[in-house]
């Protein structure tokens, strides 16, 4: 594979947007990852929503992707045993309120 520039991504997961892999994280994804998926805005909030309720958890969309990927469907964890890192709060709290309520 090679490096492929893209238009900057709309996502509520302001991390993600990014036109391309860096010189350094494009090798290590190539070597290490076996599949890249992709999760819509409305499933980040549904994983969102579903750990401030549930867990009482503030997480940003960003942190919150590879919960998201799992939670829809994306990734074959049926029995295996599964480690989600989840960041959390770098969003602004109204911003957060309006997206798990669903007025964003």
Do not use: Y
């Not at 996502?11 to 998926?37: C, K, Y």
Request: proline share 3%.
């Amino acid at each position: 594979g090679e490096i492929v520039h893209i238009e900057t991504p709309k996502t509520i997961a302001d991390g993600a947007q990014t036109q391309h892999l860096g010189n350094h994280t494009f090798p290590i994804i190539r070597n290490l990852a076996a599949d890249i998926v992709t999760v819509s805005d409305a499933e980040l909030v549904e994983a969102m929503r579903f750990f401030a309720s549930r867990m009482k958890l503030v997480v940003e969309p960003t942190g919150c992707l590879a919960a998201a990927a799992v939670f829809a469907g994306k990734l074959d964890v049926a029995g295996k045993r599964v480690g989600i890192i989840l960041s959390g709060g770098n969003i602004d709290l109204i911003r957060f309120a309006d997206l798990v309520k669903g007025s964003a």
